[in-house]
């Protein structure tokens, strides 16, 4: 099941986020915006009680981890007729799954997490988050 995220969740996600560096990234971002802002939202995948996944919509960006590679495709289909993102961001496997759904996106392979921006384009402040032999994949937004 899938839901919004509220402050009563921040110590699930972290648990589930912080065993590597792509959930770490979505958590710094979590720990930075909180979750009562009008251009992030964040939702969890639950089962049983444990997070099986993460969607991060951040102004014009998704991201999104799963541990597992079991992506919620129906939730992002759902997700992404209402929003139109700029860019799709995770681990590779995560975003191959959506790219069947955003076939007007270029999908590239990176070493860091792409810069985001807010809606005046203005960068948002961002660690690195780049690790040794990690790589990112991103959906693009064909122009």
Not at 71 to 88: A, H, K, N
Not at 99 to 119: H, K, N
Request: proline share 1%.
């Amino acid at each position: 099941m899938i839901r919004e995220c509220t402050e009563t969740d921040r110590e699930m996600l972290g648990g589930y986020l912080e065993e590597d560096s792509y959930g770490q990234a979505i958590f710094h971002l979590i720990d930075e915006f909180g979750f009562e802002q009008k251009f992030q939202s964040v939702y969890m995948d639950i089962e049983e009680e444990q997070c099986k996944g993460v969607y991060l919509m951040i102004y014009k960006n998704v991201l999104l981890y799963s541990k597992e590679n079991q992506v919620e495709i129906d939730f992002l289909e759902q997700m992404l007729s209402v929003l139109v993102p700029e860019m799709v961001i995770g681990r590779k496997d995560n975003v191959n799954i959506v790219s069947w759904l955003l076939t007007d996106y270029r999908m590239d392979t990176v070493d860091q997490i792409p810069e985001l921006c807010d809606e005046e384009g203005n960068a948002l402040k961002r660690d690195t988050w780049k690790k040794e032999g990690q790589e990112w994949g991103v959906l693009y937004k064909e122009k």
